[in-house]
């Protein structure tokens, strides 16, 4: 079973407008969520992250939301700029094994 | 940029040929995690290092071994290589006890068996 699912695996966006990824999970141990961002033939990097405690974090155009009820969290980013097209993966984990659980990703276009 | 490396960056191998991937930090984390990527699976562990001589199986381990001598270097070996093995394969380094949590990850390998 997929414990954390991105359902899109395509999204695209005009530049200048808010793109929203979204996440889902099915473990309630997670306790630790984040973002990764890959351009083709780099490895992923890490965008943002955000704690079971919380229910958003905000870096700059990027905001994670975590929604615990519905083990749902989605990574918003404004304005959408053409660098921001690549795959974001979304990840989650608990405790402190390091491990992480990564969604299918979705890959975002945005358009000039 | 965390300093994180991989040899080879591309690799063609024949099926039934041993081929071992070697990822080198220079950030002295303790923990290190192999993964590979595939279209629609997203990014899969396969095996992962707590520290020198400690390594663990992750959820995709069958047909690979890992190996860790040193803090600086974790080895992924495919004993003999099949074609459900060609894949991109990513190393990644974290320090988990910092209570950071995030994962470093390398460029990435390339690997092709036919």
């Known amino acids: 079973d997929q414990q954390v699912k991105q359902n899109s695996p395509s999204l695209s966006v005009q530049e200048g407008r808010i793109s929203i990824l979204n996440c889902d999970y099915t473990?309630?141990?997670?306790?630790?969520f984040l973002w990764y961002k890959k351009y083709p033939a780099e490895g992923p990097t890490f965008l943002i992250s955000?704690?079971?405690?919380?229910d958003k974090n905000e870096d700059g155009r990027f905001t994670v939301f975590l929604n615990k009820s519905a083990k749902h969290l989605s990574l918003h980013i404004v304005p959408s700029q053409p660098g921001d097209s690549a795959v974001y993966f979304c990840?989650?984990?608990?405790?402190?094994?390091?491990?992480?659980?990564f969604g299918q990703g979705t890959t975002l276009q945005v358009k000039p | 940029d965390a300093g994180i490396t991989q040899s080879p960056r591309h690799k063609v191998t024949e099926t039934g040929t041993p081929v071992t991937l070697r990822c080198h930090q220079t950030?002295?984390?303790?923990?290190m995690y192999w993964y590979r990527q595939d279209p629609g699976h997203g990014l899969r562990l396969i095996h992962y290092?707590?520290?020198?001589?400690?390594?663990d199986k992750g959820e995709v381990s069958d047909g690979y071994s890992v190996s860790r001598s040193k803090t600086e270097d974790f080895l992924l070996t495919l004993e003999s290589a099949t074609s459900s093995q060609t894949s991109v394969y990513f190393c990644?380094?974290?320090?988990?006890?910092?209570?950071?949590?995030?994962?470093?990850f390398g460029p990435g390998t390339r690997l092709t068996v036919t």
């Open positions: 950030e002295n984390h303790r923990y």
């Open positions: 990840a989650a984990g608990s405790g402190n094994t390091g491990k992480l659980i």
């Open positions: 473990n309630s141990m997670f306790d630790y």
């Open positions: 290092s707590y520290g020198v001589k400690d390594t």
């Open positions: 990644a380094i974290s320090d988990p006890n910092s209570g950071v949590h995030e994962q470093y």
């Open positions: 955000i704690s079971s405690i919380k």
